[in-house]
């Protein structure tokens, strides 16, 4: 047992769990091969940050998605734009994430090198870091291949309050582009589905439209969402509730692309329900809508970007949809599970 | 699926990773029943924090221990203490913590109460608060009950530099308690194996010793580590490797309550390569040994506190163990696993 020999193996064993040489072994040729920060390299047992400023985000998301490999994505890239999204919602510039992780024994190591190139190439994206990490091997049948979490810290933007509790009456309601894609994209890899056109996820991390507009809109923007589980309609929803206000959301002004409405008419998903990993929701002051609606189409990322929705007062708590053929109907949270382990 | 009814039940279901009515039945009835904090009641995308100082430690662990309850703790006790010891260790007073769990379906209500109490008390006798926390649901089969992910951060204390980097030659080695408990305890309640006088884990936050412990003697503590995984021998054998050190334990001086002897006597397992989860080595100025020593063996946490060994310079890495018999031999890291699921 403590021989010093490392055995040759394409696979994860217990023993990568162990704190002893082979986890050593995983720890140096694939961790900081593809992760390697100043902040890891000490390999403490906690990172040593120095930060801009003492109001910060933190924040933390669990990954179990099915696939592990997607159209448009991967649990590597989904974790870190999940998380990375998640600082940019409180009005946060992304610094440095942690990375925890459960594998399966068995697990190939060739697919957790493309997780980490993965997690690589996202964080790049992101202009964030890995500074702290954490394994922990599991026996088989005791997890379904890899589940990741990511946590992450950032500093507050100055100026800037947005929170699910800022929405007023009277404010526009913006989604950032297309909604839906990555719900029909996992579920489609899931179920075999082959579509003639396919359809790529929409999870990226948002900071290179998100950092840029709360710079230019500090004040308008009340609150800042992304609605991944549950969709658009659980996250108007969540907002309508801790605001205490009632939204109306405008249904023909929802984009949705046209593949994912055939794949919804079809299997019968409404994709107002549809989980994004790379949108999100501001409910802004309303002078400043159409000014905001110029700044992000102009953007690659958020060409889509629609007013889709109206703040109202009541009744509190609310979302109503007024249909495409002009009915105003409520629209609930969710109650059931249409998409398990979608993210 | 939009009904707004909700199904009595008292086992975890799909549903209640949604996103929709169950999951925020889920974080109203249990999360904020058990771990309301004013950082997590606005149920925001990320937490806001105001930190004290803007130089942080930031830490991440996963927890798959296995069985979850186990004599002296559970898996929410363990993942607890194992963050808030992590960032301890790093110098730093901890501060807040993110929760992320994995639920598999079917998994009992009554133990995620009986969890969420736990990191409850936890919580509060380390003095962190939860500020952020996610669920996510999977399949019966796809987990083995409940996986929990900690993440923490807190302000390091002016003038302390631990690092596993800085241990120097002639440096005093200390364990701040008895060694191998928790080891023990978790496999002895998973093998049904009935010890006359039960072993109860050490897994506690060390909060009440290590802070006072930084605050007094700043300057002359040079490394603090946890050896949990693989124990107080890989947990010295990173240190020498990280400095550039050797060391040399004296195994006569290292102490083992007689219920752990016996035990690893019966089964074979060495005790310096067991878990502990509310120990910590310290590697500190030679002159200030004796100090620090008289002031842990006063605090009932740690009054088996004891000096078990020396920093030498050379050769570079390597851990000497001298035995009761007065043999030198090398003490590696483990390159199996003992003790898989063990935290």
């Known amino acids: 047992m403590h021989n010093g020999e ?14 002893g040489l082979l986890m050593r072994n995983l720890i140096e040729k694939f961790f900081l091969r593809y992760l390697c920060s100043p902040e ?37 890239s989904l974790a870190i734009s999940g998380t990375v999204n998640d600082l940019l919602m409180k009005g946060a510039r992304p610094g440095s994430l942690s990375l925890g992780l459960i594998l399966e024994e068995g697990f190939p ?12 190439q996202t964080c790049d994206r992101a202009g964030v870091r890995i ?9 088989r049948g005791e997890a379904d291949g890899v589940y990741i979490n990511t946590a992450g810290v950032g500093c507050i933007l100055p100026q800037v309050k947005v ?18 894609r ?21 999870a990226m991390p948002m900071t290179q439209a998100v950092l840029p507009l709360l710079e230019r809109f500090p004040k308008a923007l009340h609150v800042l969402r992304d609605p991944t589980r549950g969709g658009v309609a659980a996250t108007l929803n969540e907002i309508a509730s801790s605001s205490g206000v009632s939204i109306v959301l405008t249904e023909s002004t929802v984009p949705i692309d046209d ?15 549809l989980p994004c990993e790379g949108r999100f929701i501001a409910v802004v002051e309303p002078s400043a809508a159409a000014d905001i609606i110029a700044f ?31 009915v105003l109907k409520i629209l609930d949270l969710p109650t059931g599970e249409m998409l398990p382990r979608i993210c």
Chains 1, 2 share one sequence.
Request: aromatic share 4%; proline share 6%.
């Open 163 to 180: 929170s699910g509790a800022n929405a007023r009456p009277g404010d526009a309601v913006i989604v950032s582009g297309s909604v839906g």
């Open 259 to 273: 593949t994912v409405s055939a794949v919804c008419d079809l299997l019968g998903f409404d994709p107002l329900y």
């Open 109 to 120: 190591l060739a697919h957790l090198e493309r997780i980490l190139e993965s997690i690589r």
């Open 182 to 202: 990555h719900g029909i994209a996992v579920m489609a890899e899931r179920n075999g589905l082959h579509l003639r056109v396919p359809v790529l996820s929409d």
């Open 131 to 139: 500074v702290t990490g954490d394994t922990k091997v599991v026996g």
């Open 40 to 76: 890891l390299l000490p390999l403490d047992d906690a990172a040593e940050l120095s930060l801009e400023s003492t109001s910060i985000a933190f924040t933390t998301d669990m990954f179990v998605v099915k696939p592990i490999f997607f159209p448009g994505g991967d649990i590597g």
């Open 6 to 19: 490392i055995p040759p193996c394409d696979r994860i064993l217990l023993a990568h769990g162990s704190g």
């Open 296 to 326: 992000l189409t102009s953007l690659d990322d958020c060409r889509d970007a629609a007013i889709i929705g109206e703040v109202t007062g009541s009744p509190s708590g609310e979302v109503h949809l007024l249909t495409a053929s002009g």
